[in-house]
């Protein structure tokens, strides 16, 4: 009798676990539930039960018996390293930096992998704190990085952006025109000023933030504007160039993580203070995290503008962030972080994934039309590589002229995929996770995207011999003199097919068979990139 009372109670338990995960899913439809990948649906639906179903000090007892089975993430509470979305792997030597494997392999997971959304959540703290449900909030993690604020006021009719060519000024806002109606600890607030930049932290555009008297979004005859739909600041890197401008969108997709939703119904405003014209070659991106189109923060000049909810994003060139001079662990690669980034940006931009023959390779070499880094014998390098019946070689020239959905739609179907030392290389983010990203030739900085390869997860190559390698001249920077990146380059071809060889062999052995599913699975990927 006790037993069957027992079967019963798991029985009721479970029905009544299933059913509030079906309530998570069903209330956060509209939160794009139904435009994640089906790589990720079991993900989300972990981290949405978790904001429902947990405080900062405890978690219900439902949502804990799901986490001992449920796929996670890893930042989650009571998230089991089983469940996690990947883990890193780290077969090298740490080179010092820690001292037993263990640590090592953590060092990298809060580095540079979820582990780190984890701690950004931790460190958030409140610097301005309501008193009533109806006040303002202002809360920021370490160095404010990441800023969340919610009834914020901001009175821009004195900012003069229409006559300013600085992007990042500081002196916008005075005493009074920035803040919200709550307790705020200014003490705290000063002291946030360790790691302040233009492109490091909110410090220095959230240093006026006063308390106000008035409740801004309630009384709104303090506000010319009233913003619902929530709204991402963003401070932007350039956004000409891949690598700078990845950095952008990758943090953003980081701050998601850690704000906790994935919605495209969201403002995305560009805090910049000038009125001179942003160049962006990556517009298309936008569209995988908003859904209407991107705005200035001089949109709101001469107004004054209450923001129910906002989000300060965290900055590209934040310290030991992601990924710009970030400092990368020697011996580790795999972030499931970066590779859920690249998933989640071919899945909502709709790139298309091919079938491949499981006999041939696909090879693409990005050509240069640019005066320097230029491959001076390309042509001889691409006929010897047609020689080989089981090689497919495309050579492309991935300039503005192209769409980037085109760009990425063939970087997305390449196996190998080559190039000098440029931004351009950042299309290996977009690789399968058993491609080979070939930087033909690293131009003397060798850490840059051998570091970003280990991030994704792809093997990486570069050039081995230097004597099998033609410097056109020295190199001519315009004002450092001799330079190995501002010259051009010929390549011996037994080598360059000996590389091309040990490329291929990773290929092989790590790319699933047509028959299984070749977009998720990492557990055929060789520890040795």
């Known amino acids: 009798m006790a037993r069957q009372k027992q079967i019963l109670q798991c029985r009721i338990g479970l029905v009544a676990s299933i059913a509030l995960l079906l309530t998570i899913i069903v209330a956060n439809a509209d939160d794009t539930m139904d435009r994640y990948s089906d790589l990720h649906q079991r993900y989300f639906e972990m981290s949405h039960l978790e904001r429902q179903e947990c405080t900062d000090k405890t978690c219900s007892s439902h949502y804990k018996q799901l986490s001992k089975k449920q796929p996670c993430w890893g930042y989650e509470k009571h998230c089991r390293k089983k469940n996690y979305y990947s883990y890193p792997i780290c077969p090298e030597d740490s080179r010092g930096w820690e001292h037993t494997k263990e640590k090592q392999i953590d060092k990298f ?36 990085r990441y800023c ?42 000063k002291s946030s000023d360790k790691q302040k930049g233009e492109l490091q932290s909110w410090y220095s555009e959230l240093r006026p933030f006063t308390s106000l008297k008035f409740k801004p979004v309630v009384n709104r005859r303090h506000c010319d504007v009233v913003v619902d739909r929530p709204t991402y600041f963003m401070k932007l890197d350039a956004g000409i160039n891949m690598f700078h401008h990845f950095c952008d969108f990758v ?23 000038s009125h001179m014209h942003y160049g962006d070659f990556f517009t298309l991106t936008w569209k995988a995290f908003t859904r209407h189109p991107v705005m200035r923060l001089s949109d709101y000049d001469n107004k004054r503008v209450c923001f129910k909810d906002a989000i300060f994003t965290l900055p590209p060139r934040m310290f030991y962030g992601l990924y710009y001079n970030m400092p990368l662990i020697p011996g580790c690669f ?81 196996d190998i995929f080559i190039g000098m030392h440029g931004s351009g290389l950042t299309h290996m983010l977009f690789l399968p996770h058993w491609g080979v990203a070939f930087e033909i030739y690293n131009c003397e900085d060798e850490g840059c995207y051998y570091d970003l390869a280990r991030l994704r997860g792809v093997k990486y190559l570069t050039w081995e011999k230097k004597k099998y390698l033609d410097q056109e001249d020295e190199g001519h920077h315009p004002t450092l003199g001799a330079h190995a990146k501002f010259t051009n380059y010929g390549f011996n071809i037994i080598e360059f097919l000996r590389l091309i060889e040990k490329g291929v062999k990773h290929v092989a052995a790590n790319r699933p068979k047509p028959d299984v599913d070749n977009s ?10």
């Open 109 to 144: 997971w809060r580095s540079a992998d979820f582990g780190m959304i984890r701690e950004f959540r931790d460190e958030l703290t409140p610097l301005c704190k309501a008193n009533h449900d109806d006040d303002s909030t202002l809360s920021c993690n370490q160095h404010m």
């Open 251 to 273: 943090n953003l997709y980081v701050t998601q993580h850690v704000n906790g939703s994935f919605t495209t119904d969201i403002n995305i405003v560009m805090w910049d203070t």
């Open 148 to 189: 969340r604020a919610t009834n914020l006021y901001m009175n821009l009719k004195n900012s003069r952006m229409a006559d300013s060519r600085e992007r990042f000024r500081t002196d916008v806002f005075k005493e009074g025109e920035l803040g919200g109606h709550c307790q705020l600890d200014s003490e705290r607030l």
């Open 520 to 529: 998720r699975s990492d557990a055929s990927v060789k520890t040795e990139l």
């Open 334 to 414: 795999n972030s499931g972080l970066m590779k859920a980034f690249s998933e989640h940006i071919v899945h909502r931009l709709n790139i298309t994934t091919k079938p491949y023959d499981p006999n041939r390779y696909r090879i693409t070499l990005l050509s240069r039309s640019t005066k320097y880094r230029r491959i001076l014998n390309q042509d001889k390098l691409i006929g010897a590589l047609k020689t080989f019946w089981n090689y497919d070689v495309t050579l492309v020239d991935y300039t503005y002229q192209m769409p980037f959905e085109k760009q990425l739609e063939i970087t997305h179907n390449t």
